[in-house]
């Protein structure tokens, strides 16, 4: 590979892009050839030094992940990715209590096991192989055994993202579990608990399932915010609007210190899970909660056109930047949205103002909506600024691994 970069491994970065690549030669991978039982290559510079060892992606623009800063084999492999994914699981389980059983076990560069994505929602495990190395014979079959004698769960699905499976040329996922105990049929979907309330999941639902396990304290941290900010200000009168609800993350925990919750999404299908898990905590929130299907755009301009106030606003739309060019045009969308945001709030409200893109600096975020309440003639005091939960961990030398940006903001 070129210089930049063996550098950039050398920095403590685990990616080399295929523009990167000068020469590679694989390994005698018997009748299957990359596809068959080797994945890995032995990765050098171009003077030839050894940098490590990397698996392969032929068809990503991220042509090698690396494993390990040394020459290693298959079995060696597998016993540091059997070693890795414990030690995931073992960071986690302080996270989980009576009030949570749903984390991600293991999140992929973040854990060191590129690729692998791992989460649990109560008894159900989810397992994610995101690249084509991990194909490779011995992989699945580890990380199951691995997950099965660390949780002993009902079952263990694997659910490929799908844009990930296309960018990577991946198979479609194996429709049956990956395991499951007992003799009946494997469990598909359950109730997990998030904070004390609980969620719906479903491994059987074709589309992307499951939650924003990344949002979880943030989650709390804006129920909390309302809760203070109300109790603070005589004005606040309870109305809370969830702007990109999915399932209602953020609504159902403002709905236990709100009187009123307004939920709005694009998308019927989350609503009706939204719906589901409101009647699943039915008996611990006092507030009203209504969910709207709409395009979030139309339906702020249209609200803060006609004077809709509300006390406690969550903005949490999905990644408007998926790459570094995208920056100019989501700031655009970010700064459209705080702005009507911003014109609905009421004064001493909470704003809480997301977004999930690596490319978005947290410098560019603050500059959005700093230029909204500007434009809206309105101050908002930092309370807070929040990343992911620990269960989704930054590591300063992979960059990508910080990609949530929240921040909790007072309105003025
Ligand atoms: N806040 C949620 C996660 C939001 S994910 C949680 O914590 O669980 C982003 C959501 O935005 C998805 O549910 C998607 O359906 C919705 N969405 C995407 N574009 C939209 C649009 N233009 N208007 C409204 N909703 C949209």
């Known amino acids: 590979m070129n210089g930049r970069a063996a550098e950039r491994l050398r920095s403590g970065h685990l990616w080399v892009y295929a523009s990167d690549v000068e020469s590679i030669t694989l390994p005698d991978a018997g009748p299957g050839g990359i596809d068959g039982p080797s994945a890995l290559v032995t990765v050098g510079d171009h003077r030839g030094l050894l940098l490590g060892t990397a698996l392969y992606s032929p068809a990503s623009q991220i042509a090698l992940r690396m494993v390990s800063r040394e020459a290693i084999d298959e079995a060696a492999w597998l016993e540091l990715l059997e070693a890795r994914l414990r030690r995931a699981i073992a960071r986690r389980r302080p996270l989980l209590d009576e009030e949570n059983d749903a984390c991600r076990l293991c999140f992929s560069e973040a854990d060191e096991l590129p690729g692998v994505v791992a989460d649990k929602y109560g008894g159900l495990l989810i397992l994610q192989l995101l690249t084509k190395g991990l194909l490779a014979a011995g992989v699945r079959e580890r990380c199951v055994r691995v997950l099965r004698e660390e949780l002993t769960p009902a079952a263990i699905w694997e659910r490929p993202d799908a844009r990930v499976r296309e960018l990577e040329g991946l198979p479609a996922p194996n429709p049956e579990p990956l395991w499951f105990a007992g003799p009946a ?228």
Not at 221 to 238: K, M, S, V
Not at 325 to 344: C, F, Q, S, T, W
Not at 378 to 388: M, S
């Open 185 to 412: 049929k494997a469990v598909a979907s359950t109730q997990f608990r998030l904070n004390g309330l609980a969620f719906h999941y479903d491994a059987n639902a074709g589309q992307k399932t499951g939650a924003f396990l990344d949002q979880r304290m943030n989650y709390a941290a804006a129920r909390e915010w309302a809760r203070r900010l109300g109790a603070a200000n005589p004005g606040f009168e309870g109305r809370a609007l969830d702007v990109f609800c999915y399932q209602g993350g953020f609504a159902l925990h403002l709905a236990q210190v709100c009187r009123q919750v307004t939920g709005i999404d694009a998308s019927r299908a989350s609503l009706e899970v939204a719906e589901r898990n409101l009647e699943a905590n039915r008996a611990c929130l006092a507030a009203q909660v209504e969910w709207i299907e709409a395009g979030a755009f139309e339906i702020l301009r249209d609200w803060s056109a006609a004077g809709k106030r509300f006390d406690a606003i969550v903005l949490d739309p999905p990644a408007f930047a998926k790459t570094k060019r995208a920056v100019a045009g989501a700031l655009r969308g970010y700064k459209e949205l705080n702005l009507r945001a911003l014109l609905m709030a009421n004064p001493g409200g909470l704003l809480v103002s997301c977004s999930c893109s690596h490319h978005v600096a947290w410098a560019d975020l603050e500059g959005a909506v700093a230029s909204a309440a500007a434009d809206a003639g309105r101050r908002v005091r930092l309370l807070e600024r929040r990343g992911a939960a620990p269960d989704h961990p930054v590591v300063l030398n992979l960059p990508e691994t910080e990609y949530l940006k929240c921040l909790v903001l007072e309105v003025e």
